[in-house]
Structure formats: C-alpha cells, structure tokens
C-alpha cells in the first residue's frame, strides 16, 4: 500500500541542499535516478 508524503518547508530546503552537494561528486544521471527514487 502506498502512503502520501507531505514535505515540509524545512525538508524541502534541506532536500534542495541534498541535491547541490551531491552535485559536487555525482553526475546529473546519478543525481536524477536519486531524485527519482527520493519520489517514489
């Protein structure tokens, strides 16, 4: 069964800040399969 997820204001930042980090030693397709995964 899957379950709605609400993010916060402060997880949606912090996500965001996730996600520029990763930019520094992942490339676009890891970040997006990442990203991908994260959603699901």
């Known amino acids: 069964?899957?379950?709605k997820i609400?993010?916060?204001p402060e997880?949606?930042?912090t996500f965001a800040a996730i996600i520029d980090y990763l930019e520094d030693g992942w490339t676009e397709k890891e970040i997006r399969k990442f990203v991908g995964k994260a959603q699901k």
Do not use: K
Request: glycine share 0%; charged share 20%.
């Open 1 to 3: 069964m899957a379950m």
């Open 6 to 8: 609400r993010w916060s």
């Open 11 to 13: 997880a949606e930042t």
